[in-house]
C-alpha cells in the first residue's frame, strides 16, 4: 500500500525559508507514471496546489507562488521536497503532499498533512 | 485562472436522504473535473475523477455528472459516514489546478 509521509519544521519565522519533504513508501518515486505534489489548506479554508515534480526533475508550479517555490525530488532516497522563500503569516497552512497519475492527474493518494505556522 | 464556485456553501440532510452539490467554472473545463471527500482532521480522498468516473474503492451511491462549466456530485443515499466537506478540482489547463471553495454536508 502506497504511503506518503511529510516532515519538517511545524514553525517559520517570518521571511524565512518553510522546508518540507515527503517520503514515499510502499511504491518507487523513480516512475514515469506519475507526478508528485504539494497542496495546502489554511486552516479552516479551501486547498491550493502549489506545485509538483516528475521523477526527472521537471517541475510545476503554481503561478500565483512561483517566484517563491522550489521542489525538488531525490530519487535515491524516495522523497520529494518543497522549499517556500519569504513566508509570512498568510503561508500558515496545513501542508500535503500528493501523488497524481499522469494519465488521469488528479490527487489519488495523499500524505497526512503537516501544519506550519508562521510566526516570530 | 479558472475560478470554480460550489453551492450551496452548507448542505443540512439526514442520513438516507439524497445530497446534490454543485460546482460551476468560469470558462469551460470539459470534463477535467473531480470531485474529493474531506472529514475533519483528514486528507481529501478522491472521490470522481473526469466528472463521472468513480475512483478505486468509492462505494456507487456517490456519482458525478455534468461538462463544460456545469457540474454535480450526488450521493444517492447518505450513510453517517458522508458527513464531511466536499471540493471540486479542476485540471483543464494541466499543468495546474485550482480547487473550489467546498461544500459542508451536515446533518
Known amino acids: 500500500q502506497l504511503q506518503l509521509q511529510e516532515s519538517g519544521p511545524g514553525l517559520v519565522k517570518p521571511s524565512e525559508t518553510l522546508s518540507l519533504t515527503c517520503t514515499v513508501s510502499g511504491g518507487s518515486i523513480n516512475s514515469n507514471t506519475y507526478y508528485w505534489g504539494w497542496i495546502r489548506q489554511p486552516p479552516g479554508k479551501g486547498l491550493e496546489w502549489i506545485g509538483s515534480?516528475?521523477?526527472?526533475?521537471?517541475?510545476f508550479y503554481n503561478p500565483s507562488l512561483k517566484s517563491r517555490v522550489t521542489i525538488s525530488v531525490d530519487t535515491s532516497k524516495n522523497q520529494f521536497s518543497l522549499r517556500l522563500g519569504s513566508v509570512t503569516a498568510a503561508d500558515t497552512a496545513v501542508y500535503y503532499c500528493?501523488?497524481?497519475?499522469?494519465?488521469?492527474?488528479?490527487?489519488?493518494?495523499w500524505g497526512q498533512g503537516t501544519l506550519v505556522t508562521v510566526s516570530s | 485562472e479558472i475560478v470554480l464556485t460550489q453551492s450551496p456553501a452548507t448542505l443540512s440532510l439526514s442520513p438516507g436522504e439524497r445530497a446534490t452539490l454543485s460546482c460551476r467554472a468560469s470558462q469551460s473545463v470539459s470534463s477535467y473535473l473531480a470531485w474529493y471527500q474531506q472529514k475533519p482532521g483528514q486528507a481529501p480522498r478522491l472521490l470522481i475523477y473526469?466528472?463521472?468516473n468513480r475512483a478505486t474503492g468509492i462505494p456507487a451511491r456517490f456519482s458525478g455528472s455534468g461538462s463544460g462549466t456545469d457540474f454535480t456530485l450526488t450521493i444517492s443515499s447518505l450513510e453517517p459516514e458522508d458527513f464531511a466537506v466536499y471540493y471540486c478540482?479542476?485540471?483543464?489547463?494541466?499543468?495546474?489546478?485550482?480547487f473550489g471553495g467546498g461544500t459542508k454536508v451536515e446533518i
Open positions: 515534480v516528475y521523477y526527472s526533475g521537471s517541475t
Open positions: 478540482q479542476q485540471r483543464s489547463k494541466w499543468p495546474g489546478f485550482t
Open positions: 473526469d466528472a463521472s
Open positions: 500528493a501523488r497524481h497519475p499522469i494519465l488521469v492527474p488528479d490527487f489519488d493518494y
